[in-house]
């Protein structure tokens, strides 16, 4: 059974920084489309970046780029995110999510679309102003 789990969220101030870790386990990243999503109150689920194309590409939502980093290490079947110059509107809950794909197509609309198959609960990213 695929589970995700997530870890490192809490709160902090506008300007720091967070990195959120995925940890999986019944499965192994080789063979899936791995994403961070965030849903804010009242609002819409959002794909906030992703690895693309077997992990040779990125994705990135226009409001994080440049200060959001995604990364996965494979051996330790581990998906990152690492958040820096966060700002108010970052504040929602993250959900990491894994989509049954051959990882070399990978792309971009999978995560835009939030085509995924697995999700985890979430965990809560709070920034004050």
């Known amino acids: 059974q695929v589970q995700l789990m997530e870890s490192g969220g809490g709160s902090v101030q506008a300007g720091g920084s967070l990195r959120l870790s995925c940890s999986a386990s019944?499965?192994?990243?080789?063979?899936?489309?791995m994403g961070w999503f965030r849903q804010a109150p009242g609002k819409e689920r959002e794909g906030v970046a992703g690895?693309?194309?077997?992990?040779?590409?990125?994705y990135y939502t226009d409001s994080v780029k440049g200060r959001f980093t995604v990364s996965q290490d494979n051996a330790e079947n581990t998906l990152y995110l690492q958040m820096t110059d966060l700002k108010p509107e970052d504040t929602a809950m993250y959900y990491c999510?894994?989509?049954?794909?051959?990882?070399?197509?990978?792309?971009?609309?999978?995560?835009?679309?939030?085509?995924?198959?697995?999700w985890g609960k979430g965990i809560l990213v709070t920034v004050s102003s």
């Open positions: 690895v693309l194309n077997g992990g040779t590409g990125t």
């Open positions: 019944g499965y192994t990243h080789s063979g899936y489309c």
């Open positions: 999510a894994a989509a049954a794909r051959i990882p070399a197509y990978c792309t971009a609309d999978i995560i835009e679309t939030r085509s995924m198959d697995y």
